[in-house]
């Protein structure tokens, strides 16, 4: 009933740019939190970054002054640009959403397929 596509990952340099971007579709009756997780290599899902309704955002410390969240909301999409990109942001980068849909009365997480972004140096 909901889709979260993600686009935008890929291969780029050290200290380059990429910028994502997710929708979510389907019977959607209200969106809350959205955001950006990351998985590397071997290691355990983490928060990248997320911003609520209100534009208030969340950065993991390792992403502070080089990765930006921002969201529209009439498009039910959340983007991620990352700037001065390094090889440990080298991960794949799963999109979130936490949404109530048309049939439910409760809020539940919501997860998109995954894009891969290779950081190479």
């Known amino acids: 009933q909901v889709q979260l596509v993600e686009s935008g990952g890929g291969l780029v340099q050290a200290g380059g740019s990429l910028r994502l971007s997710c929708t979510a579709s389907?019977?959607?009756?209200?969106?809350?939190?959205m955001g950006w997780y990351r998985q590397a290599p071997g290691k355990q899902r983490e928060l990248a970054a997320s911003?609520?309704?209100?534009?208030?955002?969340d950065y993991a410390d390792s992403v502070k002054g080089r990765f930006a969240v921002s969201r529209d909301n009439t498009q039910n999409t959340v983007f991620l640009q990352m700037n001065s990109l390094k090889p440990e942001d080298t991960a794949v980068y799963y999109c979130?959403?936490?949404?109530?849909?048309?049939?439910?009365?409760?809020?539940?997480?919501?997860w998109g397929q995954g894009t891969e972004v290779t950081v190479s140096s």
């Open positions: 979130h959403a936490q949404l109530r849909t048309m049939t439910s009365d409760w809020y539940r997480h919501y």
């Open positions: 389907g019977k959607i009756f209200d969106i809350n939190d």
């Open positions: 911003i609520t309704v209100g534009g208030i955002t």
